[in-house]
């Protein structure tokens, strides 16, 4: 009976140590709401957090990035297929707001045809920016894709060389 609780207390001390070891980069974390952000002189309503790592002395803060870039006038993205954030500064998207125009022209043309349950005649299959599926234009879910998300293919063979799979309920 001694040697199974010794061996127990020996399990408990060493499942703790390796529980510290594992943890090991991060001695302190919270959401501080004596720092604030301020950007040109506005004060921008987000959550501050201060981390202090192990054998630091001063933490880092850190901020939502979408309050900051908005902050600064960016406009910010999230792009699922790739797991990115984009970030877009307002020149950059003026630059493509100004190149874009036909291509929302041609986007709401086709969202049309495909409220209206017709085909496009040159794009067989769409797609989102934000999903790695492709549609039959009378999908349920094709008729959900935001314009900006919008991703036309000729033919099964384009999305697919894209990186795209055929959606599970239209069964293109």
Known sequence: ????????FVGIIL?????ASATGAIKEAWFNKEIKLEVDGKTVNTD?????LEGDIN???????????EALGAKVE??????????????EANKVKDDSNTVKDDINTMKDDINEGEQAA??????SAESNKYHLPSCRFAKEIAEKN???????ADAESKGYEPCGVCKP
Do not use: H, P
């Not at 999230?78 to 020149?91: E, M, R």
């Not at 919008?150 to 099964?156: A, E, G, Q, S």
């Open 15 to 19: 499942m703790l140590a390796i529980t």
């Open 122 to 127: 040159q794009y067989k299959y769409l797609g």
């Open 1 to 8: 009976m001694k040697k199974f609780i010794s061996g127990l």
């Open 78 to 91: 999230w792009d699922g297929k790739n797991k990115k954030i984009l970030v877009i500064s307002k020149d």
């Open 150 to 156: 919008l991703v036309k293919f000729k033919d099964k």
């Open 59 to 69: 933490g880092t803060n850190y901020v939502s990035a979408r309050a900051l870039a």
């Open 48 to 52: 501050m957090v201060t981390v202090i």
